[in-house]
Nanobody, 126 residues
């Protein structure tokens, strides 16, 4: 079965760190660009970060650059999002996603990604 399964979310205080994991299965993980996106109630998904299949180039939204780090472990079919200096505005459901179809949509657009996980809740609150 082709799927992405996120884990690692939780409730943390402002300034804390958290690492999200996304386990991929059912497809050749190393061949596709991967991304993390987040969504809050009533809003459209927001692109957070992406990492390319070839070379592993990382991209970040301005709101998280310098605080979040995306990485991928091809041997274990897993992509990570290391989050530090968390802020209350980082509170959201975080989704892992893959660009399977390769339609050429810009990497920062949520519409580029056609395989999504079920999401994991991150809450930053004191």
């Amino acid at each position: 079965e082709v799927q992405l399964v996120e884990s690692g979310g939780g409730l943390v205080q402002p300034g804390a760190s958290l690492r999200l994991s996304c386990a991929a299965s059912g497809f050749t993980f190393g061949s596709y660009d991967m991304a993390w996106l987040r969504q809050t109630p009533g809003k459209e998904p927001q692109w957070v970060s992406a990492i390319t299949s070839a070379g592993g180039t990382a991209y970040y939204a301005d709101s998280v650059r310098g605080r979040f780090t995306i990485s991928r472990d091809v041997a274990n079919n897993t992509v990570y999002l290391q989050m530090s200096s968390l802020k209350p505005e980082d509170t959201a459901v975080y989704y892992c996603a893959a660009d399977i179809l390769g339609r050429g949509i810009p990497i920062t657009r949520p519409g580029r990604y056609d395989l999504w996980g079920q999401g994991t809740q991150v809450t930053v609150s004191s």
